[in-house]
């Protein structure tokens, strides 16, 4: 079957760095989404890897492995309002979203 | 700037009637979703349409039904809605063949049946 598993939560302090795993075991790959999705808001775009390596935006930045079906968000200078829940997706061998379960993550003052 | 618009927001149903969430897009993308999101689990894809006049089966299909009529509309609809269908529901849209292909997501509809 096709599994994507990330923490189910996460606290970190205001200013710090955190980062967020998630790894997958998906029928072939096309490419990985991380959204960010507030309560009660929908989901919305935060990067999409299909080489492996960093891609950097801002604050945010993510990685891919391919040959380990792993990736990583990693927020830098966190601030209250990245509280919010982060949702890893992976587009399968039929260009299909498989998603995971979210990690919320909780900022800290 | 619209995006796409999901109508109704929140709804309280009995169980047994029939109700459709209306979605429109205003971005003519090619391909449309019906996702909903329940505590603690991922998006669970419901049905898709890859173009207009095109309709597909998602992960969890049974007991809703679709239609693409022109490319901005995509109701989902219960027919006879059940307790097991109070969820949130996101209705998304997305270019495919563009370069990440991401999903553009509507504002949700809760929807609660007793």
């Known amino acids: 079957g096709q599994n994507i598993d990330q923490p189910t939560e996460m606290t970190a302090t205001e200013g710090a760095i955190v980062q967020i795993n998630c790894t997958y075991q998906t029928s072939g790959f096309n490419g990985l989404f991380w959204y960010q999705q507030h309560a009660g808001e929908a989901p919305t775009f935060l990067s999409y890897?299909?080489l492996d390596g960093l891609e950097e935006k801002g604050r945010f930045s993510s990685f891919l492995s391919r040959s380990k079906g792993y990736s990583y968000l990693l927020l830098k200078e966190l601030q209250m309002k990245d509280s919010a829940s982060y949702l890893c997706a992976v587009k399968d061998s039929n260009y299909q979203l498989i998603w995971g379960a979210g990690t919320k993550l909780i900022i800290k003052p | 700037i619209a995006g796409i618009t999901q109508a109704p927001t929140s709804q309280i149903l009995a169980a047994g009637r029939r109700m459709t969430l209306r979605c429109t897009q205003d971005?003519?993308?090619?391909?449309m979703y019906w996702y909903r999101q329940d505590l603690g689990l991922g998006l669970r894809l419901i049905h898709y349409s890859n173009t207009a006049g095109t309709t597909g089966k998602g992960e969890v299909p049974d007991g809703y039904s679709v239609s693409r009529a022109n490319t901005d509309d995509f109701p989902l609809t219960l027919a006879s809605a059940v307790p097991s269908q109070t969820s949130v529901y996101f209705c998304a849209s997305s270019e495919q063949g563009a370069d990440t292909g991401e999903l553009f997501f509507g504002e949700g509809s809760r929807l609660t049946v007793l």
């Open positions: 971005m003519r993308h090619n391909a």
């Open positions: 890897n299909v």
